[in-house]
């Protein structure tokens, strides 16, 4: 009997979409057999989304959802984006984001394996692969909670960017409004003490190599590079950045006091590769 791997339980999962926990019964059963296995899932009816799992998955909705001291953004992905709009895809969102919020998992394991309705997460996704018709993927979520600061969320573009935002002290109002600014100059950082070193001494480096080129003398480079390093940090960082409601204002200057505590904004299919529609290749493939 060949070892049952964490590793071989998730190369199983990503061949043919079933859970985690199916995957390791199916093992269990199949004495170890990848292939035996995947037909064990596919006879059990489990494995139905199997052929669809080399497709790839980059449109989707991020949602939110928020419940007392606990707040979410999730992102899950489809194939099109018309599936991306259809009520029964939105109503699986929606539901597995205040899912997320009522039982706080740790990470995406935990959240697959957790329960929904009588069946585990991941057996909820496959179905719904099954039923909708595309490969489906619940892709990374960030859930906060907080005993004593304020959490807000913001959705752009009816799903394609979410923000989840902690703040002490300030309106709900202002919440909202941080939150928003997240997802518009998307900054990297809170305040200069959270910028990457690593990508700063870059971006210095660049600017150093470019005043050169530029042919500034070698003893002004430096002063040159700081005031250019200045406008970094007003693009990355959160708190220097103008407000995009009034331009007059920083975020500092709106927060008044209150301070951000973490935040973290999802742009639907970032990092993804992107579905290349040949039309030509499509119509002589049918014909064949």
Do not use: W
Request: include cysteine.
């Amino acid at each position: 009997m060949a070892q049952i791997t964490a590793a071989l339980v998730k190369e199983l999962r990503e061949i043919t979409g079933a859970g985690m926990m199916d995957c390791k019964k199916a093992l269990v059963e199949c004495e170890g057999d990848k292939e035996k296995a995947i037909d064990y899932l596919r006879e059990k009816g489990i494995a139905k989304a199997a052929k669809k799992a080399g497709r790839i998955a980059s449109e989707g909705v991020v949602a939110a959802a928020s419940d007392g001291n606990a707040a979410c953004i999730v992102e899950i992905n489809s194939e099109t984006d018309f599936v991306a709009k259809n009520e029964n895809f939105q109503a699986l969102v929606k539901k597995i984001a205040e899912h997320i919020v009522a039982t706080r998992p740790a990470d995406l394991d935990a959240l697959n394996a957790s329960i929904l309705d009588g069946k585990t997460v991941a057996e909820v996704m496959t179905e719904a692969v099954a039923s909708i018709g595309e490969k489906l993927s619940l892709r990374r979520f960030e859930v906060y909670t907080s005993e004593d600061g304020k959490l807000a969320t913001y959705i752009h573009m009816g799903g394609k960017i979410g923000v989840i935002v902690e703040l002490s002290g300030g309106e709900e109002s202002l919440g909202k409004d941080v939150a928003m600014q997240i997802a518009a100059p998307r900054p990297q950082c809170i305040d200069r003490s959270n910028v990457d070193q690593e990508a700063l001494a870059h971006e210095r480096e660049v600017l150093r190599k470019q005043a050169l080129e530029e042919g500034k003398p070698e003893k002004i480079v430096e002063k040159m590079v700081d005031g250019r390093i200045n406008k970094y940090y007003k693009e990355v960082c959160l708190v220097e950045q103008e407000f995009v409601k009034d331009s007059d204002k920083t975020i500092k200057d709106i927060l008044n006091g209150a301070e951000v505590r973490r935040f973290a904004r999802f742009e639907m299919g970032e990092g993804l590769e992107k579905k290349s529609e040949d039309f030509a290749a499509e119509v002589a493939a049918q014909i064949k």
